[in-house]
């Protein structure tokens, strides 16, 4: 008798959806990007230059897979995600949960664990690393706010959250819960008031 896994799998590979690209989701997720990155970068229109860097053609390729992971397109992008991470450095290791308004500042090493989450818009940066903690009462990995920013060679590790409006200085590390409207700097790592703490860093615009 044929395996109940295989049968499932002919199941999908028969289903015509499975080759449809979801172009009308892909296009919603990537204008959001756009908006977010001209807005950061100070400009309406994103300069060609721009466009045709990495930054931009690993949101892209990442937008594409996201919204297709489940279906044959899904499966094509990623093999261009790990090219394009090969060549970047740029590792979010198959993570489906980058919110909208995903804005890297410069391509370089990056490292995400597959499993963390993300509220909207999030920033990331060269030598930035989110992982997972495996012992202790931290074991997992970080659950992140909206508007939260993640500056140069920062580590976010274990089971935390990181609140809404949150700004974590470039080289600090932080294994611990943040609260909203906060600026996190160091190693070890300390907590800052600040309303409007990723204002400047991150715009706000109206989707």
């Not at 890297?104 to 940066?125: C, D, E, M, Q, Y």
Request: hydrophobic share 35%; aromatic share 12%.
């Amino acid at each position: 008798m044929m395996d109940r896994g295989l049968k499932m799998k002919i199941k999908k590979w028969l289903s015509p959806k499975y080759y449809v690209f979801h172009n009308i989701l892909y296009r919603e997720k990537k204008e959001t990007d756009y908006r977010y990155n001209a807005a950061f970068r100070g400009v309406k229109v994103l300069p060609k230059s721009f466009l045709k860097g990495y930054e931009w053609k690993y949101i892209c390729c990442y937008r594409k897979w996201q919204c297709n992971r489940d279906n044959i397109w899904g499966r094509f992008y990623e093999r261009k995600l790990t090219s394009l991470s090969q060549r970047t450095g740029i590792d979010l290791d198959k993570n489906p949960n980058i919110g909208d308004g995903f804005i890297l500042g410069h391509w370089g090493r990056i490292i995400v664990n597959r499993s963390a989450k993300f509220g909207s818009p999030i920033f990331l940066t060269h030598g930035v690393t989110i992982g997972r903690d495996i012992r202790g009462k931290r074991k997992g990995v970080p659950t992140f706010g909206n508007y939260v920013c993640i500056r140069a060679n920062s580590t976010v590790v274990g089971n935390v959250h990181i609140g809404n409006d949150v700004l974590i200085a470039p080289n600090t590390f932080v294994n611990f819960d943040v609260p909203d409207h906060s600026i996190v700097i160091g190693n070890p790592a300390s907590i800052h008031h600040r309303d409007n703490a990723t204002e400047g860093h991150l715009p706000v615009i109206n989707i």
